[in-house]
């Protein structure tokens, strides 16, 4: 009967120690899918703050199209309006040669 009660005491001790290491094995595994759980967290938020910057890069990119287009119809229009003032300045020495011409040959008229 001892034998048999020494062989169940020493069963309950190791059961005991199987139940104490399975514990801490049960506490670090939680400890790391804390841990997981947190790191998956962080993905997540910096995956949405990603996207958020791409979103704002992608209507930067856009936004700076569209400012080229602007900018070569300013671009065109200003030569436009530069050819414009070309040919009224041509036209204005034109009116002048007229004018000086009309002068000088009512000058001409009044002296003779």
Do not use: C, H, P
Not at 7 to 27: F, H, M, P
Not at 51 to 70: C, F, G, I, P, R
Not at 96 to 107: G, L
């Amino acid at each position: 009967a001892d034998k048999a009660r020494d062989a169940l005491q020493t069963e309950l001790v190791e059961l005991k120690t199987y139940k104490a290491r399975s514990d801490d094995e049960i506490e670090r595994l939680s400890a790391e899918i804390d841990r997981q759980e947190e790191a998956l967290q962080e993905y997540e938020v910096k995956s949405a703050k990603a996207e958020q910057v791409k979103t704002a890069y992608d209507l930067l990119q856009t936004d700076s199209e569209k400012l080229s287009v602007s900018l070569r119809e300013a671009s065109s229009d200003a030569k436009v309006k530069d050819d414009e003032i070309e040919r009224l300045k041509k036209e204005l020495a034109m009116l002048s040669e007229n004018q000086k011409y009309f002068s000088e040959t009512a000058d001409k008229a009044r002296d003779a």
